[in-house]
Nanobody, 124 residues
């Protein structure tokens, strides 16, 4: 069984920070590409950040680049998303996702495992 459980969401004011965590069961996150997405009411799901299994290379959406940081904590089989300088437009449900293919060396990731999401609300 593969399970992803997000935590760390909450209510903050603009300019503050939050740290989201994604605890994974099953196979280690160290061998899979991992990612964070978010979805706000009335909008489609948006890619936020990803980290590769091979070198830990991070990729970010332009909307969060320079403010958010994705990382892995392999000893705890957990992926984190540090969110700094939060803005009201960051308000959304944030989801953790895992690539379907272990040790991927080619092709685009296909995220088939998702967490239940954690709500982040940023007030001005």
């Amino acid at each position: 069984q593969v399970q992803l459980v997000e935590s760390g969401g909450g209510f903050v004011q603009a300019g503050e920070s939050l740290r989201l965590s994604c605890a994974a069961s099953g196979r280690s996150v160290s061998s899979y590409n991992m990612a964070w997405f978010r979805q706000a009411p009335g909008k489609e799901r948006e890619f936020i950040a990803a980290i590769t299994w091979s070198e830990g290379t991070a990729t970010y959406a332009d909307s969060v680049k320079g403010r958010f940081t994705i990382s892995r904590e392999n000893a705890k089989n957990t992926v984190h998303l540090e969110m700094n300088s939060l803005k009201p437009e960051d308000t959304a449900v944030y989801y953790c996702a895992r690539d379907r293919l272990e040790f991927r060396v080619a092709g685009e990731p296909k995220y088939d495992y998702w967490g239940q999401g954690t709500q982040v609300t940023v007030s001005s």
